[in-house]
Nanobody
Framework: VQLQASGGGLVQAGGSLRLSCAAS?????MGWYRQAPGKERELVASISRGGRADYAGSVKDRFTISGDNAENTVYLQMNSLKPEDTAVYYC????????????WGKGTQVTVSS
């Protein structure tokens, strides 16, 4: 399985960005993690094929994750961005019959200026 991520960039605080990640195979769960300099990688949001979404508390009510099962693509709409959202964002894929296939995408930089 390969992941193709797009989006990210530089935006002012309060602005919006959208990330997308397309998988070459069927997913069970897909989502986004992020890693800021000097910090551990953390879950931002994930969505199951059945549509269940989970969010980090710090982004809930600002970020929305959605999925297109037919295209095996997930989208992360990020609104009201804050400087603390600055990080490298990584697409994450989990699939396989036994849910044992994990794939990470290349990171995409999101920078929020104050």
């Amino acid at each position: 399985v390969q992941l193709q991520a797009s989006g990210g960039g530089l935006v002012q605080a309060g602005g919006s960005l959208r990330l997308s990640c397309a998988a070459s195979g069927s997913f069970n769960v897909m989502g986004w993690y992020r890693q800021a300099p000097g910090k551990e990688r953390e879950l931002v949001a994930s969505i199951s094929r059945g549509g269940r979404a989970d969010y980090a508390g710090s982004v809930k009510d600002r970020f929305t994750i959605s999925g297109d099962n037919a295209e095996n693509t997930v989208y992360l709409q990020m609104n009201s961005l804050k400087p603390e959202d600055t990080a490298v964002y990584y697409c994450h894929f989990r699939g396989g019959y036994f849910n044992d296939l994990t794939v990470w995408g290349k990171g995409t930089q999101v920078t929020v200026s104050s």
